[in-house]
């Protein structure tokens, strides 16, 4: 199958992970390629999408919610899973780990698998406004994406890829981790 693996990363950690299932994938013989959100111009020749997005104020970021404008009727058709990166650490400190916004996104591409990943918060990589929004939250700071996890998802995401088929939407996520 033909894949699209694609996540809308702020400070790049979760690129990464995309970068990661793209490779597990083509590891299980798909031929699948992971590109930035915005770098996207088509999806004809797609038989399915990966679509991840770390979290931002319990949102998904601006590029992955455009993405689903932009392509949600392609999408429609075709396999499309989703993942978010974001809890750092198990913290409390973001107690609502599933993204507000990612119900109505399922529903609207018609995605059936939404999973959450551990992410990576970096100081240093971080302006002045976002360093004070997570000093007055109390989010621990290190790199805390479980690699293990995001592969053994990857395979089971390329277990699944198969012909489109209708199905019943699932609840929209959980927390992934092995
Ligand atoms: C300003 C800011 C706000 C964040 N808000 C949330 C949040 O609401 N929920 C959450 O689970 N993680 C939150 N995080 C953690 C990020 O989602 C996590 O660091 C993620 O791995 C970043 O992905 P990226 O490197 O691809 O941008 C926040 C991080 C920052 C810097």
Do not use: C
């Not at 999806?43 to 949600?72: E, I, M, Q």
């Not at 999408?75 to 507000?100: E, H, N, R, Y």
């Amino acid at each position: 199958m033909k894949v699209l693996v694609s996540a809308a990363s702020r400070h790049g950690s979760t690129a990464e992970l995309a970068a990661v299932v793209a490779d597990v994938l083509r590891s299980r013989g798909h031929d699948a390629i992971a590109v930035p959100p915005a770098d996207v111009t088509s999806l004809a020749g797609y038989d399915a999408v990966v679509l991840g997005s770390g979290v931002y104020y319990g949102r998904w970021l601006d590029p992955a919610h455009k993405f689903v404008d932009r392509f949600a009727a392609d999408l429609a058709g075709k396999q499309v899973f989703m993942f978010s990166s974001g809890p750092v650490g198990g913290t409390t400190a973001i107690p609502d780990a599933i993204p507000t916004d990612v119900a109505g996104l399922m529903e609207r591409v018609g995605a059936f698998h939404h999973v959450i990943f551990d992410g990576k918060l970096d100081p240093n990589s971080l302006g002045l406004r976002e360093r004070m929004a997570v000093k007055v939250v109390g989010v621990p700071q290190g790199d805390f994406r479980d690699w293990y996890s995001v592969i053994k998802w990857a395979g089971e995401v390329a277990d699944e890829l198969g012909p489109w088929v209708p199905r019943t939407p699932q609840p929209s996520g959980r927390r992934y981790s092995v």
